[in-house]
T-cell receptor, first 114, second 110 residues
Framework: DTEVTQTPKHLVMGMTNKKSLKCEQHMGHRAMYWYKQKAKKPPELMFV???????INESVPSRFSPECPNSSLLNLHLHALQPEDSALYLC?????????????FGPGTRLTVL | EDQVTQSPEALRLQEGESSSLNCSYT??????LFWYRQDPGKGPEFLFTLYSAGEEKEKERLKATLTKKESFLHITAPKPEDSATYLC???????????FGKGTKLTVNP
């Protein structure tokens, strides 16, 4: 089983709202990732968690706040977003941090910021 | 600068018309080359991982190959359901990052 699940599938929020995206995997993977994908562009790395610790932050604005409560869960907390943050947000996981292991992606959350 | 370049940007084929997609890379210390398929509004679906030049992998109508400078995704006798964007990505040695190409949008007409 190589399934990564994400909730919700769609999210519409105003610029003053606070919301969270959730990601879950039960493959025993120890690396988890958040990506942002705009239309007709490739995924763009935002954050990497290795063994539940934040290892890479690609200079993402503080209005995006990641959290890894345990080895199976990954959250992305959203606050005071801008309309340009509207995108498909993808979660991925891989077996070993720092290794060239396959990343398995979830179905994504389509975020619209009004 | 590490780069992955895919060509063509878009490709239209007739059902049954075989072709190849190209992925050239200049990723320092490349430790893995990955192919994904992505349907509109969905997450990338893993297809293949290639680790060394000369390696080949097959799955149904798809075959991926790797040389020291590029990778090819060969599509044999494609069907309309093969229509999607195909993404190539390289894993840079010493980092935890995938370097993605911009993708090739494949359309297979019946």
């Amino acid at each position: 089983d190589t399934e990564v699940t994400q909730t919700p599938k769609h999210l519409v929020m105003g610029m003053t709202n606070k919301k969270s995206l959730k990601c879950e995997q039960h493959m025993g993977h120890r690396a988890m990732y958040w990506y942002k994908q705009k239309a007709k562009k490739p995924p763009e790395l935002m954050f990497v968690y290795s063994y539940e610790k934040l290892s890479i932050n690609e200079s993402v604005p503080s209005r995006f706040s990641p959290e890894c409560p345990n080895s199976s869960l990954l959250n992305l907390h959203l606050h005071a977003l801008q309309p340009e943050d509207s995108a498909l947000y993808l979660c991925a996981s891989s077996q070993n941090p720092g290794g060239a292991d396959t990343q398995y992606f979830g179905p994504g959350t389509r975020l619209t910021v009004l | 600068e590490d780069q992955v370049t895919q060509s063509p940007e878009a490709l239209r084929l007739q059902e049954g018309e075989s072709s190849s997609l190209n992925c050239s890379y200049t990723v320092s210390g490349l430790r893995g080359l990955f192919w994904y398929r992505q349907d509109p509004g969905k997450g990338p679906e893993f297809l293949f991982t290639l680790y060394s030049a000369g390696e080949e992998k097959e799955k149904e109508r798809l075959k991926a190959t790797l040389t020291k400078k590029e990778s090819f995704l060969h599509i044999t006798a494609p069907k309309p359901e093969d229509s999607a964007t195909y993404l190539c990505a390289g894993w840079q040695g010493g980092s935890e990052k995938l370097v993605f190409g911009k993708g090739t949008k494949l359309t297979v007409n019946p």
